[in-house]
């Protein structure tokens, strides 16, 4: 028992250190955006690089995601008489909790890992290393950008996520099931909450952008500089990063909604 | 021959510990490196050349002594600090270290973009002439990844020199090249020195290079350093020196068929 509590106190410890120590290099970034002069042409390439270079694969999830719940939606709302509903609760669960989310995933496993390994090789081969010995801080060319730009993707992608789904779910409802066109747009417009539901999905998103453009430049720039060092930091990247959304989504959830 | 540093060198390491992992890798390295001398720090794998390159640099911190760089003691400032101290310093590292997001162009232009006022024009000249000191004209849209590695070790070397450092410090330049690259990379190491007056310091297991650009040599020995002339090193009655330089020698025999510095280019350097 005693064991046990020594190494749940040990593994507290360095939790705490290791929250200490992003929190740290959080501060970092923070005082390189402030830090003259502008990275403008880093921050647009990697608005391309995480941004532009998702949209296939955004697109093509949303419209999936919005097809399912048009079927699973359906079937459920037939039973009632409330299919006329169906574009509020596809809409909603969207808007809500699905786009934020799901975005959030699909942006780590595609654009964090990268960023992750793309930090983490240039550690292990010495350019950041480079960098500093050409006086040039890579925290601010190098990881602000980087991370900077993935805050600004992340609603947008998630905007993009949505209008698929709602594109996707309107195909299979409309097109499929034929539920009225005017009905499943009507009820969507009229039980959407601005407040409520487009801020709130926007300040999920921005969150779920901080917490991965964080943890993926974090993992990337403190990563050992071996190749199996690289692949950690980018593994952990996606662990770490898709457990914080679903934790941080529970919390803003219950705090935005109260 | 002695372990102790020269009050007038230009970088000086006075009493130096540093161990990874609790492996001791210097334990009291005393040495100093002339101005506008070429130094080379010779030793084994592992002897720990690289990390006192490294120790100079301020990319490593050592557990207790001091490291003089032109009478700063680099590990009593901050890291914001160092900058200020690496703009006297240009570093060749053994991998290049080139941005492999950018051109060779690119990558020697960085550095003057971020730190001189010079018009695009300016800038592309300079980058141009650094190239063709190298022997890179015709490299300049290339990518890191399309190059060789005697290309990637003299891209490295130019874009170190593309500021004009006080000081240029090179990790394992001849490390993973055909004898001829060899000598071209030697070659263009001692024509920087001698035309630009630029203090050298070269980390290297390269003993027959070593013996023909060196004017000192900081010889690692189980943590130590051991610093002379080549002619006072090839005098020494210590037998590990003997056997190191000897051996050296023999595989330089093995892979490297002549004497002779190759010049590449006859035009000034820069």
């Known amino acids: ?258 | 021959m002695t372990a102790e540093p020269e009050a007038a060198a230009h970088v000086v390491l006075d009493d130096v510990h540093l161990a990874f992992a609790g492996r001791a890798v210097l334990r009291g390295v005393r040495c100093g490196f002339p101005r506008g001398k070429i130094s080379v720090i010779l030793g084994g794998s592992g002897a720990g050349k690289t990390t006192i390159l490294r120790l100079i640099g301020g990319l490593v911190r050592p557990q207790s002594g001091r490291v003089v760089v032109d009478g700063v003691d680099v590990c009593a400032v901050r890291e914001a600090d160092l900058y200020a101290v690496r703009d006297r310093i240009g570093m060749m590292f053994q991998g290049g270290a080139l941005l492999d997001s950018l051109t060779v162009f690119d990558n020697l232009a960085l550095p003057l973009r971020e730190h001189t006022r010079r018009s695009e024009g300016e800038i592309v000249a300079e980058v141009r002439r650094s190239l063709a000191a190298v022997g890179l004209a015709d490299a300049e849209a290339l990518l890191p990844g399309q190059l060789s590695g005697g290309m990637i070790k003299r891209t490295a070397l130019a874009r170190a020199l593309v500021l004009r450092p006080e000081i240029l410090l090179c990790d394992e330049p001849f490390s993973g090249l055909d004898p001829i690259s060899v000598k071209r990379i030697e070659g263009l190491l001692c024509r920087i020195n001698a035309e630009l007056g630029v203090t050298m310091l070269v980390s290297s297991h390269h003993v027959r290079s070593t013996m023909r650009m060196a004017d000192r040599i900081v010889l690692l020995v189980g943590g130590r350093a051991v610093t002379g002339t080549p002619a006072q090193l090839r005098a020494s009655d210590d037998p590990w020196i003997h056997e190191f330089l000897d051996d050296g020698d023999a595989e330089g025999r093995l892979s490297d068929d002549g004497g002779e510095v190759l010049e590449p280019e006859t035009r000034p350097i820069l």
């Not at chain 1, 749940?8 to 929190?23: K, N, Q």
Request: charged share 15%; hydrophobic share 50%; proline share 3%.
């Open chain 1, 1 to 258: 028992m005693s064991d046990f509590l020594r190494r749940f106190g040990a593994w507290c410890v360095a939790f705490v250190e290791e929250l200490g120590r992003i929190t740290l290099f959080a501060a970092r970034i923070l005082r390189a955006v402030v830090t003259p002069p502008p990275r403008l042409r880093p921050f647009l390439d990697e608005i391309y690089n995480l941004g532009v270079l998702s949209l296939v694969i955004i697109c093509v999830c949303g419209g999936a995601v919005g097809m399912v719940l048009a079927l699973q939606g359906y079937d459920t709302l037939v039973r009632f008489g409330a299919e006329e509903s169906l574009g509020a609760v596809i809409g909603l669960s969207l808007i809500r909790e699905l786009g934020p989310v799901l975005t959030a995933l699909l942006t780590t496993g595609r654009a964090g890992s990268a960023t992750a390994a793309e930090i983490g090789a240039m550690v292990r081969t010495e350019q950041l290393d480079g960098l500093r010995m050409m006086s040039i801080d890579p925290m601010h060319l190098v990881v602000t950008p980087k991370a900077l730009a993935m805050i600004a993707v992340m609603p947008l992608l998630s905007a993009l996520f949505i209008v698929s789904g709602l594109a996707g779910g309107y195909a299979v409802g409309v097109g499929l099931k034929g539920v009225d066109a005017g009905a499943y747009w009507s009820s969507l417009e009229a039980n959407v909450v601005f407040r409520d539901d487009i801020v709130g999905s926007f300040l999920k998103a921005g969150v779920f952008g901080v917490i991965v453009g964080l943890v993926s430049t974090y993992r990337g720039f403190t990563c050992t500089p071996t190749a199996t060092g690289v692949s950690r930091a980018t593994t952990s990247t996606v662990v770490v990063s898709s457990v914080a959304v679903l934790i941080a989504d529970y919390f803003i959830t219950a705090l935005w909604g109260s």
